[in-house]
């Protein structure tokens, strides 16, 4: 072998070993995508605390804050506050929303809150034909608003109210809600707790389930 021909033989090699590379860069992801109640894969974001600081206003914060981020390897924990310290306002709720990664972006999986304890359905459980809650709330006079949406593009199925506790005392609330859709999907429970203020939601419990008709 001479070295006009071992020069080739590089040559060849890199070559093949550049396409290869491009190849791989160009390839479609075939992760895949994880349980999660919001966005839709194609709108989520980079960013932990964007996108709870987005979810939050989606489902009615007016003002939220952001009080604390954890990121690991492909799980987050971003904790909110209806309003920032600017406000001046002795606030006690906190929503903790939960992500995960996947491919390179984040999307919500659930959200819980103290003031809003959610005992049944348990996540990812299969609900059908009625829906039964048991929860411990504290809520302004009681009132806890309760919604079933679609996961991803958060379309509204049902609301309705259940009665707790107030004045920061939790207290027991219970209900069954009628189901009404005709197509299993994953939908997620929602619990809000609303400001005497201004009616803007100030702490949210946000379980995924999957619906089955």
Same mark, same amino acid.
């Given at each position: ?6 020069? /080739? ?11 290869? !590379?491009?190849? /791989? /860069? ?13 966005? #839709?894969?194609?709108? #989520?974001?980079? +960013? !932990? +605390?964007?996108?709870?600081? !987005? ?6 914060? @007016?003002?939220?804050?952001? @009080? ?15 309003? *920032?310290?600017?406000?001046?306002? /002795?606030?006690?709720? @906190? ?8 491919? *390179?972006?984040?999307? $919500? ?5 103290? =003031?809003?304890? $959610? ?7 299969? %609900? ?9 709330? @504290? ?7 309760? =919604? ?22 939790? *207290?027991?609330?219970? *209900? ?10 994953? $939908? ?13 939601? %100030? ?8 619906? =089955?008709?």
């Amino acid at each position: 072998m001479n070295l006009r021909t071992t020069r /080739l033989g590089a040559i060849f090699l890199v070559a093949l070993l550049i396409a290869v !590379a491009a190849t /791989l /860069l160009m390839w479609p992801s075939t992760e895949k995508t994880p349980r999660h109640v919001w966005p #839709a894969p194609s709108a #989520a974001t980079n +960013s !932990a +605390s964007q996108t709870a600081t !987005a979810f939050a206003h989606r489902i009615g914060f @007016t003002t939220p804050y952001v @009080t604390a981020t954890s990121v690991f390897a492909n799980s987050a924990v971003v904790d909110i506050s209806p309003v *920032g310290p600017e406000s001046g306002l /002795l606030v006690h709720a @906190t929503t903790r929303v939960n992500e995960t990664r996947a491919n *390179g972006k984040w999307l $919500v999986t659930s959200c819980t809150s103290s =003031q809003l304890v $959610v005992y049944s359905p348990r996540p990812h459980n299969i %609900i059908s034909g009625l829906l039964p809650v048991r929860a411990s709330t @504290t809520a302004y006079e009681a009132v806890v608003n309760v =919604q079933l949406r679609a996961t991803d593009s958060w379309d509204l199925e049902w609301k309705s109210t259940m009665m707790g506790g107030s004045m920061g005392e939790m *207290g027991a609330a219970s *209900g069954m809600f009628p189901l009404r859709s005709t197509a299993s999907h994953p $939908v997620a429970l929602v619990l809000l707790s609303r400001s005497a203020r201004d009616g803007g939601v %100030i702490a949210a419990t946000v379980v995924p389930l999957t619906e =089955q008709s």
